[in-house]
């Protein structure tokens, strides 16, 4: 069975920091591109962060460089997302999602919640 379960989410104060992880199964995850997307309440599916394999940079969404860190260990089957600094506006479900030749699996989500 193909899952993708995130897990780290919560509540933190502005300025904290959260650590969310991926963990995949079912699929052979080295051959699939990882990404984070987010969705706050109200607001369209944002991409935060995607790499395409081990070896190579992430990328960042505008809104977050300099403040999330993604990874992945391939011999894990586990993406991470460390996000540092972190703003009311960061608030949101954040997603994890596995694409190879068009298709995409999604997790269920985590909620993280930024509010003093």
């Known amino acids: 069975q193909v899952q993708l379960v995130e897990s780290g989410g919560g509540l933190v104060q502005p300025g904290g920091s959260l650590r969310l992880s991926c963990a995949a199964s079912g699929f052979t995850f080295s051959s699939y591109a990882v990404s984070w997307h987010r969705q706050a309440p109200g607001k369209e599916r944002e991409l935060v962060a995607s790499?395409?394999?081990?070896?190579?940079?992430?990328t960042y969404a505008d809104s977050v460089k300099g403040r999330f860190t993604m990874s992945r260990d391939n011999a894990k089957n586990t993406s991470y997302l460390q996000m540092n600094s972190l703003k009311p506006e960061d608030t949101a479900v954040y997603y994890c999602g596995a694409t190879r030749l068009g298709m995409t699996y999604w997790g269920q989500g985590t909620q993280v919640i930024v509010s003093s």
């Open positions: 790499i395409y394999r081990a070896g190579l940079s992430p």
